[in-house]
C-alpha cells in the first residue's frame, strides 16, 4: 500500500497531445511524452529537445518513471485493459489517471441515463464508483477526487499493485 511519497524526477505522459503541461509545468523533469500519429511527428519538430515516443501498447515494458500521468485519455480506448497492462509493465512508482465523472456530465443522472457518451470522441464514461472499483482492480488507489468541478474531471492516484505469486 502507499508509502512515503518519494520527490519526482521523471514523469511519462501518456496520451501527453500538445505537451501543454509538460512543457509549460513539468518542464525541470525528465519527461517522456506518447502520443499517436500524426501529433507525435509534430511534437518531434515542435520540441526537438524533448524525449517521444510512438504511443503503442504493445511496446516492452523496459521504460521507468517515478510517475505515469494518463489524463484524459482512457475514455477515448475501445480496450482501456490494454492500457492498465501496458501501464503494468512501466517500472514506476506512482499513476494518475482523470476521466469526466458520468454522474457530472449529465443533468439528469438521477433518472439514470445509460446511454452512451454524448461526446462523440468517447467511448466509455465511468461514474464515481465506477471508476475507483475499475483502476482498483489494477493498481493500489489512494486518492480519487474531483479535481476540475467546471470540466467534471475525477483523478485517481495510485501505486501498481505488487505481483502476485503463482
Same mark, same amino acid.
Given at each position: 500500500?502507499?508509502?512515503?511519497?518519494?520527490?519526482?524526477?521523471? =514523469?511519462?505522459?501518456? &496520451?501527453? &497531445?500538445?505537451?501543454?503541461?509538460? =512543457?509549460?509545468?513539468? &518542464? /525541470?523533469?525528465?519527461?517522456? &511524452?506518447?502520443?499517436?500519429?500524426?501529433?507525435?511527428? $509534430?511534437?518531434?519538430?515542435?520540441?526537438?529537445?524533448?524525449?517521444?515516443?510512438?504511443?503503442?501498447?504493445?511496446?516492452?515494458?523496459? =521504460?521507468?518513471?517515478?510517475?505515469?500521468?494518463?489524463?484524459?485519455?482512457?475514455?477515448?480506448?475501445?480496450?482501456?485493459?490494454?492500457?492498465?497492462?501496458?501501464?503494468?509493465?512501466?517500472?514506476? /512508482?506512482?499513476?494518475?489517471?482523470?476521466?469526466?465523472?458520468?454522474?457530472?456530465?449529465?443533468?439528469? $443522472?438521477?433518472?439514470?441515463? $445509460?446511454?452512451?457518451?454524448?461526446?462523440?470522441?468517447?467511448?466509455?464514461? $465511468?461514474?464515481?464508483?465506477?471508476?475507483?472499483?475499475?483502476?482498483?482492480?489494477?493498481?493500489?488507489?489512494?486518492?480519487?477526487?474531483?479535481?476540475?468541478?467546471?470540466?467534471?474531471?475525477?483523478?485517481?492516484?495510485?501505486?501498481?499493485?505488487?505481483?502476485?505469486?503463482?
Amino acid at each position: 500500500m502507499h508509502q512515503k511519497f518519494v520527490p519526482l524526477k521523471s =514523469i511519462i505522459d501518456i &496520451g501527453c &497531445g500538445s505537451a501543454y503541461k509538460l =512543457i509549460k509545468y513539468l &518542464g /525541470q523533469y525528465d519527461t517522456l &511524452g506518447l502520443e499517436l500519429s500524426p501529433t507525435y511527428e $509534430w511534437l518531434m519538430e515542435k520540441y526537438p529537445s524533448r524525449r517521444w515516443m510512438k504511443s503503442d501498447f504493445k511496446l516492452p515494458g523496459n =521504460i521507468s518513471a517515478d510517475l505515469v500521468l494518463c489524463a484524459d485519455v482512457i475514455e477515448h480506448l475501445r480496450d482501456p485493459d490494454e492500457l492498465l497492462a501496458f501501464i503494468k509493465r512501466i517500472n514506476c /512508482q506512482y499513476i494518475i489517471f482523470s476521466t469526466p465523472r458520468r454522474e457530472m456530465l449529465y443533468r439528469f $443522472w438521477n433518472r439514470g441515463y $445509460w446511454g452512451p457518451p454524448k461526446n462523440k470522441h468517447h467511448i466509455r464514461e $465511468w461514474s464515481f464508483s465506477e471508476f475507483y472499483q475499475y483502476i482498483s482492480q489494477s493498481f493500489d488507489v489512494f486518492l480519487h477526487s474531483i479535481t476540475n468541478r467546471e470540466q467534471k474531471t475525477q483523478m485517481v492516484v495510485c501505486e501498481n499493485k505488487p505481483l502476485q505469486s503463482q
